[in-house]
């Protein structure tokens, strides 16, 4: 079984500020990690994965994240963020053989001008 | 291509109701998802179907029924409604072979 914390529940930052969302997983077999955006009102939207390869993955709209084997953790980051980018941010893992989601409480990302 | 529908978008039911939350996907997907959204608690998995013909239960599957009607619908029914049924409920769906799962836009739905 796996598991996702993330560490903060809302994070209010000003624009073009820099922004890090943190993303802790528990998981006792390999796995795949996934970023999911939800703008209000909503479904969610996938923002980036990582399957292997480079532990740094670029996504959509200017994002990265990091996977951190050995702190399992994979944090979202983006160097200057904009007013659109104000959402809900789901952190997810499953297993490599496992096809279910498990999904992170969420961190509201509130972009002020 | 539309994606994946629901039907409807909003619905307020009274306690001991039941009603038929509907899923369609254009995509030609294999798996199909229900999941509900609670503040603070992320998505919990309700049922998904992997492939047309196979149900299964999710982490929180009590008080609801699915249906996989064909490979494009999947639907999710609550027998007799309760107040702790009260959520946001999403469909997903996911091809053979891929490890995204794409995400329909919801149904608020509120049992008073």
């Known amino acids: 079984a796996q598991s996702v914390t993330q560490l903060d529940s809302q994070v209010p930052v000003f624009e073009e500020a820099p922004v890090e969302l943190r993303c802790n997983y528990s998981s006792s077999v390999s796995v795949y990690l996934f970023w999911y955006v939800q703008y209000p009102n909503q479904g969610l939207q996938l923002l980036l994965k990582?399957?292997?390869?480079?532990?740094l993955v670029k996504g959509i709209n200017g994002f990265e994240a990091e996977f951190n084997k050995s702190q399992t953790s994979f944090h979202l980051r983006k160097p200057s963020v904009h007013i659109s980018d104000t959402a809900e941010y789901f952190c997810a893992v499953r297993g490599t053989s496992y096809g279910k989601l498990t999904f992170g409480q969420g961190t509201i990302l509130t972009v002020h001008p | 291509n539309a994606g994946v529908t629901q039907t409807p978008k909003f619905q307020v039911l009274k306690t001991g109701q039941s009603m038929t939350l509907q899923c369609a996907q254009d995509m030609n997907h294999n798996s199909m998802y229900w999941y509900r959204q609670d503040p603070g608690m992320g998505l919990r998995l309700i049922y998904y179907?992997?492939?047309?013909?196979?149900?299964d239960k999710g982490e929180v599957p009590n008080g609801y029924n699915v249906s996989r009607l064909n490979k494009r619908e999947f639907s999710l029914r609550l027998e007799s409604a309760a107040p702790s049924q009260t959520s946001v409920y999403f469909c997903?769906?996911?091809?053979?072979?891929?490890?995204?799962?794409?995400f329909g836009p919801g149904t608020r739905l509120t049992v008073t």
């Open positions: 179907s992997a492939s047309e013909g196979t149900t």
């Open positions: 997903a769906s996911s091809p053979v072979g891929s490890y995204e799962q794409y």
């Open positions: 990582y399957l292997s390869g480079s532990t």
